[in-house]
C-alpha cells in the first residue's frame, strides 16, 4: 500500500510554529467544521458565481410572466453591492469588468423597476457602450436577449432541434459535447426553434445598451477560434439558417419530441437537470413555450428546483449556479480525519454512510454511450444527479471511505473504484463526467463562444484518480497507473506547474499532482518533480501565504503578482510542498505561520477571492467551504508530519 512519504533526508525546521497556537488552531477549526454538519451527516456550503447567475432568474420570472417581486428586489441589492468601479459587473471578485455579464447585470436591474438614470445604472451603461454594445456580448447573452425581443434571432447561432435526430456517425451528436453543454443545448434546441418571445409584464427593454439599432446590426457571429474551419462554419450557419424554412415540419416535432423525452428524463427531482442553474431554467422556459401549465407537475418540479439555488438573506440574495453537498461533505471528512478524527467517530461515522447512500449503481448515465460495459458506480456532485456523476468526487469519496474503514465499505470503494477504472480516457486521463471527450473540431461552431463545449482530460481530475488508485493498493506498475503517470509527465508545464481545470489555477493541478505522485510512490527527487516543487516556492508572498489570481486563464495574464494570498490557496501550496517533501522547509513553515495568524471566523478562515473556476475566462466561483477545511487539513498534514508520524494511513490526497 502506498503510503505517505516526508522525505527524510530533509531537515526538520529551526523553528516550528508554537505547538501549543498549532493545536489550538486546528482543535477549533475542526470544532467549528463538525459544527456545522447536518443532522444526516452531511456538509453543504455556499457556492457563489458571478451576477449573470442572479440576473438569469430575473430573466427566467420575467420570461415566465411569474414574478417574485419581494426576492428580485433582494437580488438587486445584490447586484448594485457586486458593481464594479469600472461601472460594469466581473467574473471575480476583484475583477475586471465582463461585458456579458454587465449586459445582464444592467437589463435584470432595469426588469426589476431600477431608474435608468441612476448614478450606477448609467457608469453601467457607459461601460457597456465603451465596450461595444450589448450586440458584442457572448451567445448566451444574446439568446436571451433574443427572448425578450431585443435582438433578432439572426443574432444567435443556429441550433435546430432538429440536431436531436442526427445519426452517431454525424459531425454533431450530443454525446460529443460536455454534459453540462448537452443539458443546457436541448432546451435551447426548442427555444430557438420556436423562437418564443417573453411575456415582459412590464415591457421593459435595453435598447439603450446598442450603438446601433439592434435590427440594423449587420454580422452578429464571429469565428470562435480564428480557424480556416471557423470561418466555414460560420458561412455554413448563414447558408443553413436560410434553408430552415425547408424542413418538414414532421421531421421538427419529432425532434421536439425526442428534446422534451431528454429533458424529461433527467429532470432530476427538486435537484434539477443536470443540478446545473442554467440547464434548468432553460428546461422551464422551453415547458413554458411548449404550453407545459403551471400546475403540471414537471414544471412544478423544474420550478423548485431553481428556486432551492436562492440563497437569501435580510437585505440581499443571489443565486448558486449549483450545489456542492457531496463535494463539500468529501472534503470535510478528510480534513477532519486528518485533524485526528477516527472512523468510528459519530461524525465521522455519519458522513460516510450519508455518501454510501448517494453512490450511483443502478443508473446508467450518458456516461455509458462511450462505456456501455462499465457498471455505474460513481457519485454525483450535488444531492442528486444520477446521470452524470463525477469522477473528481467520486476519487475523493472512495479515499474517504477507506481512510475511515476499508473494510466497512468494501462495497462502496469496490464499485467506486470499478467505475473510475472504466473511465479512463484513451490518453491516461480522466476527465470530469464523460470518457474521451475531446472532439476538438467542435469548438469551431459559431455556439462554441465560451470555449467551454468539451469535457476533456485534466491534470487534476487525473491527479486525483491516481491518488485514489494508489491509496487502495494500486501499483505504478499498473497498467491505469502507469498510463496515468505519463499523461500527467506529459501535461506539465515548462516552468514546472500543473494547469488547473477546476481550481484557479496552476497552484491547485501542482498540488492535485505532486500529492498523487508521492501517494504512488513516485521518486519525489526527481527533476520534474523538484522543479514543480521550485515552482511553488517561488510563488510565495512576502506574508507568507499564496495566491493565484483568476486572471491567469488568460495566457497574458499567466505569471501576474496575485492581489493577495488566500487562505485556500495556501493551502494547497503547502500540501503540495509536503508532499514534495518540504516539510522542513523555510516555505512551508512561514506558509504555516501565515495560515496560524490569517483572520478568520471560528473555523472558517475570511476569504472573499474566488478559489475555483467553471468554465476558464468566462465562468468563475467562490467555494465558501474552501477557506473552512483546506486550511485546517494543510494544518493538521503538518503537525502530523512534524511530530513524529511521517507515514501515517495511506493518503492519496
Not at 435598447?207 to 439599432?213: A, D, G, I, Q
Not at 443508473?363 to 444520477?386: E, H, I, L, S, T
Amino acid at each position: 500500500m502506498a503510503q505517505w512519504r516526508s522525505n527524510a533526508a530533509l531537515a526538520e525546521p529551526d523553528v516550528l510554529p508554537t505547538r501549543d497556537l498549532l493545536d489550538q488552531t486546528i482543535a477549533e477549526a475542526a470544532a467549528w467544521l463538525a459544527g456545522r454538519q447536518a443532522a444526516d451527516g452531511h456538509w453543504v456550503f455556499e457556492l457563489e458565481a458571478d451576477a449573470t447567475i442572479p440576473a438569469e432568474y430575473i430573466f427566467v420570472n420575467h420570461f415566465l410572466g411569474d414574478l417574485n417581486p419581494a426576492i428580485e428586489q433582494k437580488i438587486a441589492n445584490y447586484l448594485r453591492r457586486t458593481q464594479g468601479q469600472d461601472g460594469g459587473w466581473p467574473l471575480f471578485f476583484d475583477g475586471e469588468a465582463d461585458l456579458s455579464a454587465s449586459v445582464k447585470a444592467y437589463y435584470a436591474l432595469k426588469l426589476v423597476g431600477e431608474d435608468p438614470e441612476a448614478p450606477h445604472m448609467i457608469r453601467a451603461r457607459d461601460y457597456v457602450l465603451a465596450n461595444g454594445g450589448a450586440a458584442s456580448s457572448s451567445v448566451f447573452t444574446r439568446i436571451m436577449l433574443a427572448l425578450f425581443g431585443e435582438v433578432p434571432w439572426r443574432a444567435t447561432p443556429w441550433i435546430p432541434v432538429e440536431a436531436m435526430l442526427l445519426p452517431k456517425w454525424s459531425p454533431f451528436t450530443l454525446e460529443k459535447v460536455s454534459y453540462w453543454s448537452r443539458t443546457c443545448m436541448v432546451p435551447l434546441f426548442i427555444l430557438a426553434t420556436l423562437k418564443p418571445q417573453a411575456c415582459n409584464p412590464r415591457g421593459i427593454n435595453a435598447r439603450e445598451l446598442f450603438t446601433v439599432p439592434p435590427e440594423q446590426h449587420g454580422h452578429y457571429l464571429s469565428n470562435p477560434t480564428g480557424t480556416v474551419v471557423g470561418e466555414a462554419l460560420l458561412r455554413f450557419d448563414r447558408v443553413a439558417r436560410k434553408a430552415e424554412p425547408l424542413i418538414p415540419r414532421v421531421i421538427q416535432k419529432a425532434a421536439i419530441k425526442q428534446a422534451v423525452a431528454f429533458i424529461k428524463e433527467r429532470l432530476n427531482g427538486e435537484d434539477g437537470l443536470g443540478g446545473i442553474f442554467p440547464a434548468m431554467s432553460y428546461a422551464l422556459m422551453a415547458m413554458h413555450t411548449l404550453g407545459v401549465g403551471k400546475e403540471h407537475p414537471d414544471r412544478l418540479v423544474c420550478r423548485s428546483a431553481i428556486d432551492r439555488m436562492i440563497v437569501e438573506r435580510d437585505h440581499e440574495a443571489y443565486v448558486q449556479p449549483c450545489m456542492s453537498p457531496v463535494w463539500d461533505s468529501a472534503l470535510a471528512l478528510h480534513a477532519l480525519m486528518e485533524s485526528g478524527e477516527s472512523g468510528s467517530d459519530p461524525t465521522v461515522a455519519n458522513a460516510c454512510r450519508w455518501l454510501e447512500e448517494r453512490q450511483v449503481l443502478d443508473v446508467k448515465g450518458d456516461w455509458a454511450v462511450n462505456r456501455p460495459d462499465v457498471r455505474p458506480g460513481g457519485w454525483a456532485f450535488q444531492y442528486r444527479n444520477d446521470y452524470y456523476p463525477d469522477v473528481d468526487d467520486t476519487a475523493v469519496v472512495v479515499m474517504a471511505l477507506d481512510r475511515a474503514s476499508s473494510d466497512g465499505h468494501r462495497h462502496a470503494i469496490d464499485r467506486g473504484t470499478e467505475w473510475v477504472r472504466g473511465m479512463q480516457s484513451t490518453s491516461g486521463g480522466w476527465g470530469a463526467f464523460d470518457v474521451d471527450n475531446e472532439h476538438y473540431a467542435l469548438n469551431n461552431i459559431p455556439f462554441a463562444d465560451h470555449g467551454a463545449l468539451l469535457d476533456p482530460p485534466s491534470a487534476d481530475v487525473s491527479a486525483r484518480c491516481v491518488g485514489m488508485l494508489a491509496q487502495i493498493g494500486y501499483g505504478r506498475e499498473h497498467p491505469a497507473v502507469a498510463r496515468a503517470l505519463r499523461y500527467l509527465h506529459d501535461q506539465q508545464e515548462q516552468d514546472g506547474s500543473w494547469f488547473g481545470r477546476w481550481g484557479t489555477n496552476y497552484i491547485y493541478g501542482t498540488w492535485s499532482v505532486l500529492v498523487a505522485l508521492n501517494a504512488v510512490g513516485e521518486d519525489m527527487n526527481a527533476p520534474y518533480v523538484r522543479r514543480a516543487a521550485a515552482w511553488l516556492k517561488a510563488r510565495q508572498r512576502a506574508d507568507g501565504g499564496w495566491g493565484e489570481d483568476c486572471a491567469t486563464y488568460w495566457p497574458e495574464c499567466r505569471g501576474d503578482e496575485a492581489k493577495a494570498s488566500t487562505p485556500s490557496q495556501t493551502a494547497w501550496a503547502l500540501l503540495g510542498l509536503m508532499a514534495a517533501g518540504e516539510v522542513g522547509s523555510d516555505a512551508v513553515q512561514k506558509g504555516v505561520e501565515y495560515l496560524l495568524t490569517a483572520p478568520r471566523d471560528g473555523g472558517k478562515w475570511r476569504e472573499e477571492y474566488y478559489n475555483a473556476v467553471g468554465f476558464p475566462k468566462v465562468f468563475y466561483l467562490r467555494y465558501y467551504g474552501y477557506s473552512a477545511y483546506f486550511p485546517l487539513w494543510a494544518l493538521a498534514r503538518y503537525r502530523r508530519l512534524t511530530s513524529g508520524d511521517p507515514s501515517g494511513r495511506t493518503l492519496g490526497c
